[in-house]
């Protein structure tokens, strides 16, 4: 098993940036594709970005690409994202998952970490 932590949200006025944390611990960080979601009040949780196991290939929803980037640092066993230019349709309860591999569902999820953008 693995616990996931997140941390980094708060409050920010529109063009701001934000870095997000996203701690693991249990099992071996690498064996695991870490990937960030969000969800705004009455909205669906949607996907946000990936960044796969040991290789670290990355992709990204297309309403943060360009904008946003997540990476890993195995040494800390943290996943990151840096979100950058941020506009109020960014606000959202970010949350970190992971799972093993792209064909396994995310079977562990953090507890979230609220982001607000202001206009």
């Known amino acids: 098993q693995v616990q996931l932590v997140e941390s980094g949200g708060g409050f920010v006025q529109a063009g701001g940036s934000l870095r997000l944390s996203c701690v693991a611990s249990g099992r071996t960080f690498n064996d695991y594709a870490i990937s960030w979601f969000r969800q705004a009040p009455g909205k669906e949780r949607e996907f946000v970005a990936t960044v796969t196991r040991s290789a670290g290939i990355t992709f990204y929803a297309g309403s943060v690409k360009g904008r946003f980037t997540i990476f890993r640092d195995s040494t800390k066993n943290t996943v990151y994202l840096q979100m950058n230019i941020l506009k109020p349709e960014d606000t959202a309860v970010y949350y970190c998952a992971a799972r093993e591999s792209a ?17």
Do not use: H
């Open 103 to 119: 064909n396994s569902e995310y079977g562990y999820w953090g507890q979230g970490t609220q982001v607000t953008v202001s206009s």
